[in-house]
């Protein structure tokens, strides 16, 4: 079965916990909303693709560890769209979740999918606890403070922004989510794995701001220019655009130096490379002056 269709599927059956017939229908409706159509799925294609290179030995704990990962990031864009952080008015293509129902909704509706991220593998992991605790231990650590997805929003609400903590916190904490939590699901060490997450991650959070300045509204399916607009920093405004380009390129073979070990070890790097630079294939200095 195609693992892109398992995921949708998955992610269908945990929503469908929360939206049902007894939730208000606006939460229900804000819920089903927030998770699909879904984006390109990287971070729990990322922990599927991980357990798999170790050579996954408990299917059903990589995706569930893969679709709790997703479901706290479709959180983390609720919270971060709202009018108190970002106040943008579109999110994949569509009216984000506050724009849509409400401020009040949208609050609740990353409540609800944070709480459904754990709630889902306590369910689903019930008779399996050898990979169950690692999993809430490696998700709860990348989500709250002092260096999780909270984190990371908090340092937007500081005078003064240490863009390397900044970053790592608010992207490259849950990127390492995916990584420890692939390799756990399959039984191994996951604290090894914890390096790739978060050179993936900061990888990302560069393509992204390079994205921010260089891309289109049209092509992201949200606004542009939101880290000038909002005064957050940016690799771009620290760097310039050939010396982000740069970093992104480092980063990337940083993060084809820490892969562990295992058995599918290479095909794991090409699909890390591969996607990687597909999110910066057709970027130019020129884009982002004009």
Not at 49 to 65: D, E, I, L, R, Y
Not at 110 to 134: K, M, N, Q
Not at 159 to 176: P, S
């Amino acid at each position: 079965m195609d693992v892109g269709f398992r995921l949708e599927q998955e992610l269908e059956l945990a929503v469908g916990r929360a939206a049902t017939n007894d939730c208000p229908p606006r939460l229900a409706a804000a819920l089903r909303d927030a998770v699909f159509p879904g984006g390109a799925r990287i971070r729990p294609r990322l922990c599927l693709a991980v357990a798999n290179a170790c050579g996954n030995k408990n299917a059903t704990a990589a995706m569930v560890s893969a679709t709790s990962i997703e479901l706290l990031h479709c959180a983390s864009l609720v919270h971060d769209d709202l009018p108190c952080f970002d106040n943008s008015p579109l999110r994949r293509g569509k009216p984000s979740i506050h724009a849509a129902f409400g401020e009040r909704i949208a609050v609740l509706t990353g409540d609800a999918l944070i709480v459904l991220a754990f709630e889902w593998p306590a369910v689903r992991l019930a008779l399996a606890p050898e990979r169950l605790a690692p999993l809430i231990r490696i998700v709860g650590s990348c989500v709250g403070g002092p260096s999780g997805i909270c984190a990371g929003q908090a340092w937007e609400c500081e005078e003064t922004i240490d863009i390397v903590r900044y970053q790592r916190a608010k992207t490259g904490a849950l990127f390492a989510a995916c990584t420890m939590a692939g390799a756990a699901a399959s039984g191994h060490e996951p604290l090894p794995w914890q390096r790739l997450g978060f050179a993936i991650g900061e990888a990302f959070q560069v393509a992204d701001d390079l994205r921010d300045v260089a891309g289109s509204a049209e092509t992201l399916g949200k606004p542009v220019n939101q880290d000038e607009a909002n005064q957050r920093p940016n690799f771009v405004q620290k760097l310039g655009f050939d010396g982000a380009m740069a970093h992104f390129e480092s980063l990337l073979a940083e993060a084809m130096e820490a892969i562990p070990p295992c058995p599918g070890a290479e095909q794991l790097g090409q699909q890390i490379t591969g996607v990687s630079r597909s999110l910066v294939t057709g970027l130019s200095a020129r884009t982002a002056a004009a």
